[in-house]
Every structure is written in structure tokens, then in C-alpha cells.
């Protein structure tokens, strides 16, 4: 659903985007392997290039590593890095350990997309053996395992902070056997589809249609709820709009929505509806996710009229939307000339560790960088 830089979430497995053309002759990969903590600021904001999974391929034109979500605690980042010109790799980073490869079920590819709040377990999306797009959630003791979400639900995007629930297209599973879906709500013939859930697994949002089938629907943002009792939250309801992420408390919504023409990020109470969160310069933004209880929004940007000035930013009612490397920079944390940070695609519950993906300094050899995940730590943005 998302019109912009699609950081996570699209239908099938995650399709990487390719922010810089033509790489160039890639040599000298940054270090995969586990670093030491980077240096803090003043303020303790710090950053963190993670450097490229193992197994990634580094040529031109390549794709290189993204994180697509970070634990409630803010400890584990998900993923998935190229491995082949066709096929992703999920992972599991800490900064113990380093990236840990996930594998797959049997079709080659797959994707980390979310974890629990102590990053214990991971869901995602993968193929099976027959190709088919599959929802999993992986845990340490029982390896990556396919989830009865079909045909509902082909990925799982979200996970409780628990680990017990996870929840993907209009379908969810619980490791107590029990599986549901979240309603068709506007249209009977085209069912919701649910990005993100809440701590606890009782609220989710995510984007379904708005009008008659097939007759020029509008698609937009939904909240719904394990029952089913969804609810359309775009108060203009004739234009498009979704949901890319929901606070831990369940109360706020944040993600996209057209305003005249261009998209423009959002961020959802049920007191204030649906608050345009404005842009960093370019006419378009999107915000991916929430804190615990949504004070903190993360997401991005264009910068200028250029496709390709995407740059991540983080949201507070105080501070309105800032550029995050300019913030980080300024509150003293070391970043490399050369990075663009470009999307952040979560935050943690607390609101301070925020991760995503960007163009990392160019490789000696090479007039380009790599697309790389990055974690970086701010207690404040002002």
C-alpha cells in the first residue's frame, strides 16, 4: 500500500528498494560481525552502521541489508539482506552477536519483519518449498516455523510483546492453536490488511477499502481488533490512506495519507483523528511506527523534489518533525561523512533507539555507497 520508499510491508516477500543506481564496483564490505559500542554525544545519542550480513552479495546494482523492526526493548533488530539477485535472507542482529542468519522454509527467500519485546522471537515472511509465500515466527529452540495463516494471511508482519501472538494480512495465530481474522469492514469481497499490533494483541491497524468493489475503491487506514470490530479511521474516507504502525498501548496510529495530491505522514488518536505530522521539505512523508505510547513517531521523508532525497525523521508534539541525522549530529554522536540516513522503519517502546536503513560511505574503489541498517540511540530529540 505504501506510494513511497516501501519499507517493510508490501504483498509478498519484502522487495528491496533501490535508493542510489548503478553502485559501481562494490570491494571491502563493512564488518558483519558484532562492534563495539559506538561513542556517545554529550546528550548519550549515538549511531551504529550494523555493516552487511553475511552471505550478502556486494556487486552492482545489489541490494545489500535492511532492518525492517526492532525489539520492544530495543536490544534485537529484524531484517533481511540480498543473497542472491533474487533472494532475501532473514536475520536477527544483537550487538552481542552480531547478525544471525534465520534461513528459510524451504523456497529460498525470506524476511524478518518484526520481534518480540526481548527480540526472543521473530516473524516474518518466507516461501516454502512449493514457492509459496508463507507467514513464520522463528524462536532460538525451534528454528523458523511456517504459520497456519492461509489463504488470509501470507506474511506475519507484527508479534505481541509476549511472543504468542502474531498477526499478518486480515489472519492472526495464537500459539495457543486459536486463529482469527480482523473483518472486512467497507467491502465484503476485499478483506483488511493488518500491518502492526499492539503490546497485548488487542488492537491492530493496518489499510483496507473504502467504497464499492472493484468500482475505483480508495483504500484506508484501519483500526481493528482480533473480533473483527474494525473501524475506518480516515475521516475523508474518498482518498487513499494506511497505516504503517500502532503504539504498544494501542492508542495511536501512525502512517500515510494523500492531502491534495502527495502523501503526508499521520499520526491517529481517537480525541484528535487523523493530524497531518507535515514533511521534511519535499512534499512527501510517511511514518512507519510508534513508541509505547505513540510520543515518539518515526518514519520518512523526502527532503526536495527529488525521488531519491529520502531522509529518516523522527516526530515529538515538541519538536515537530526534525531530520534524524541532523538531530543525532547535533547532539553529538559520530557519523561517518558519507551516510544518508534514509528510512527509519521502528523505534523501541521507550521511545529511544530507532532503527532503519541508508547509503552508507562509499568503499574504496567505488563512487558508491551500500545500502546498509544502522541503530541509532536518542534519549531526546530537543
Sequence with gaps: MNRFLTPARPPGLVIFVAVVA?????????????????????????????????????????????????????????????VSSANNEAFRWTAAGGYQRLGDLGGGSSD????????SVVVGQSADASGTPRAYRWTAAQGMVALPLLPLGQEADAVTDDGTMAAGGNAWWKTSGQTGNFGNCGDAQISLAMADLSADGSVAAGSGPHGTPFMGDFFNAYRSTPAGNCQDIDPVGNRNSDAGGISADGQVIVGEAQVGGPYLAF????STGMVNLGDLGGGLSRADAANRDGSVVVGHSLTSGSTGS???????ARCGMLDLQTV????????????????????????????GWGISPHVPGSKFGQTEPWRAVLPAPC
Excluded at 552479495?57 to 520492544?72: E, N
Excluded at 499520526?267 to 481517537?270: F, H, N, S
Excluded at 559520530?334 to 529511544?352: F, M, N, R
Design 310 to 316: 529520502a531522509h529518516a525523521f523522527v516526530w515529538t
Design 328 to 355: 543525532l549530529k547535533n547532539q553529538g554522536a559520530k557519523i561517518s561523512s558519507g551516510w544518508i540516513l534514509q528510512v527509519a522503519t521502528d523505534v523501541s517502546e521507550d521511545g529511544t533507539v530507532i532503527t
Design 267 to 270: 499520526r491517529w488518536t481517537a
Design 112 to 119: 524478518a519483519r518484526a520481534a518480540s519485546f526481548d527480540g
Design 22 to 82: 548503478g553502485f559501481g564496483s562494490l570491494m571491502g564490505a563493512s564488518s558483519a560481525f558484532a562492534k563495539p559500542a559506538p561513542p556517545s554525544g554529550t546528550s548519550g545519542a549515538s549511531f551504529q552502521g550494523l555493516g552487511q550480513m553475511p552471505g550478502v552479495v556486494i556487486q552492482p546494482g545489489s541490494c545489500g541489508t535492511q532492518a525492517l523492526g526492532i525489539s520492544g526493548d530495543g536490544s534485537v533488530i529484524a531484517g533481511a539482506g540480498c
